[in-house]
């Protein structure tokens, strides 16, 4: 086993295999194309920074499945995925980004050479690594194929991680805050805001004990002030002030597995309205955390931590969380279940979410979460060990 | 203007959405669906980390563009976009990863509203942020309107830089020396890659001067030895060997500009076949220079880039290189022109390449590469000033 491969058991690996084709047999699939990079290496182990082409894993009913990328990215594909060379697939690079060829015509090929053309091929219909042009190009070379929307078909199989998977969660949730506690650390009037992130990205790769920080699937989030209210602003060059409050939302990275975390530091005392705030987050987190148990929903979770907010006259429309675990840019999220009202999953020992109730009001931003483990029986873990105050700092 | 406005003049702006408008009416366009995170900056000024959900610009012919997109990233818009608010629209979170409700209902309901429910829509087809279910969902919901292909339109007006775009990646530039700098000067045997890394995501978020530095749309990339045959892996936690090569493949990022560049260290005395790959790579590059001047096309350079490499009987099928500038994850090539056989743009100043003649053997890789301007005569000028050998450590 090389330095890249994923160092998941072959076992777990078949265990994958086959909870998925019985999704796929479910839903009428006889072949699924996978193009979201985080179910590539769920069900591969393949590993790189190549989903900028287009790529894909190939998973028949039967027998092994495919990885088919770029032709330089196979080499990339052997040291990672735990198939054997006869099972990766390339095509030529003038392919790539061209205006008068496309991949899809050399996965049609494929496709067609492994006997599949009048397959029901599964396709994951909304996902950043599936373009409209993907899918126009494969259906025009595959007319006897019929197309299913499959998507998150994968990733609702990932939803109930493995003892071998929260493992890995639990220690990127020791990089988790180990890195929030740096950024607090760190915040202080006249802190020019890059120089922290460059602090936090180092620490996070760095990682802790023997563990190596992979990079995370979405850059530190660490507005500040007004700004606050935007829950997506990365950083700039300004500097921190007193008086103003500085969202983080981060998450450590072990083998491609996060646990994000969010805190909020107040530089000074913070206004009334931002500390009660503050407090009733914090006793929905509490409520949120005691429903989070097996048989309780997802909505039940969402219920829970509204209640104290609304009697201080705090009205979330946003969901307040997702399942969280293995990813790759742009989103940590799996895009399955969302903790909010009207959703029904039913909660199951090893799902994990990131409890994610931020708080965005016009003139600032309160974030405070935890990723969450649900257990056997009782209220859910925390993966991260540490205060959820309103930090406050002079 | 605030912290996160973009720093072009509202007249850059406007040559901008010409330039774009002239592009639409040679396309039969009368309002255009941007839905690249880069190109969505380069029109209007947006900038956040919340293209994991559907957003875009629309661009009619005439009148001002509007963003649209979440409800709660409508906050980010409002401090980062030049247009005035009425132009932001935001759908409600309950369209967010729903199994019931997509987004593009609302968008389609934004468009129906404008008087534009019969027009000839452009959509980037094959982008990372437009999927087959995005565009199928739009088709439904508006039966009347004609969808044509607009991939890569407003990347092809971005081809050609101005005086203003040129001052950022020269900026980014200065990012990019000192970080492989210093990545040459912490490489040596037993040094941790992940360590490394966290050195260089520090200084480059540090800056130089007084830019501070943004996310590069790539993570560093550095395999070493025999890994380096795979372009595309990222970094793990494992000791820098003797007798090892790694390439470094890295961007500084100023205000999303890049000046992508890559330098190679062999960690004591480096194989023969090495050595003169890299003086043939060195004469191609020189050669290459040479050949990116005005009235040239883009295969003019890959073929000044071959002859030498062809000479030590290296043969490279993949292309040498493709446009930088404004970029977003996952990708921070324009994914227009290309420079390879039989692309024949024709090369103008202005125009910025990552010229990246990457070679990729069995059991080594070698990245010696330069961001280039295209000057109004002569060769191309490097916007990175570092000795282009293969740097040699004992």
């Not at 949120?288 to 009205?315: F, S, V, W, Y």
């Amino acid at each position: 086993m090389g330095p890249h491969t994923a160092p998941f058991s072959r076992a777990e690996y078949e265990r994958r295999l086959s909870k998925t084709r019985r999704a796929m047999e479910a839903a009428g699939v006889d072949l699924l194309f996978v193009t979201d990079p985080s179910n590539q290496n769920w069900l591969t182990g393949y590993d790189g920074w190549s989903f900028y082409v287009h790529q894909g894993v190939l998973l028949p009913l039967d027998g092994e499945p495919c990885w088919w990328g770029r032709m330089q990215d196979t080499a990339g594909a052997q040291r990672t995925v735990w198939m054997p060379e006869a099972c990766i697939l390339g095509y030529a690079d003038h392919y790539v980004q061209s205006v008068t060829r496309h991949p899809m015509q050399d996965l049609a090929a494929q496709i067609l050479r492994m006997g599949h053309g009048g397959a029901r091929i599964g396709v994951e219909m909304d996902n950043y690594y599936y373009s409209a042009k993907a899918h126009a190009v494969l259906q025009t070379a595959l007319p006897n194929a019929e197309f299913v929307d499959a998507t998150a078909l994968v990733n609702w199989q990932r939803l109930v991680k493995s003892d071998e998977e929260i493992d890995f969660m639990r220690r990127a949730a020791r990089i988790s805050e180990t890195i929030a506690r740096l950024a607090i650390e760190l915040a202080e009037p006249g802190r020019r805001k890059n120089e922290l992130v460059g602090e936090v990205m180092r620490a996070a790769v760095r990682g802790t004990g023997d563990d190596w920080g992979d990079y995370a699937a979405i850059v530190p989030l660490m507005p500040s002030g007004a700004d606050a209210s935007a829950p997506h602003l990365t950083w700039n060059g300004e500097e921190m002030k007193r008086g103003e409050a500085t969202f983080f939302e981060l998450s450590g990275c072990v083998r491609r597995y996060h646990a994000p975390l969010c805190r909020t530091v107040h530089l000074g005392p913070p206004p009334k309205a931002m500390a009660e705030a503050s407090e009733a987050l914090n006793e929905g987190l509490a409520a949120g955390l005691e429903a989070a148990r097996p048989g309780n929903t997802t909505q039940d979770i969402a219920a829970a931590l509204h209640a104290p907010l609304r009697r201080i006259g705090i009205h979330r429309p946003n969901r307040c969380g997702y399942p969280v675990g293995l990813s790759y840019p742009p989103d940590w999220g799996e895009r399955t279940a969302s903790l909010r009202k009207g959703d029904l999953t039913v909660l199951e020992p090893g799902m994990t979410f990131h409890f994610m109730p931020g708080i965005w009001m016009e003139e600032w931003g309160l974030e405070t979460t935890e990723t969450i483990l649900i257990r056997e029986s009782g209220p859910a873990e925390t993966l991260c060990d540490l205060d959820r105050r309103l930090f406050v700092k002079d």
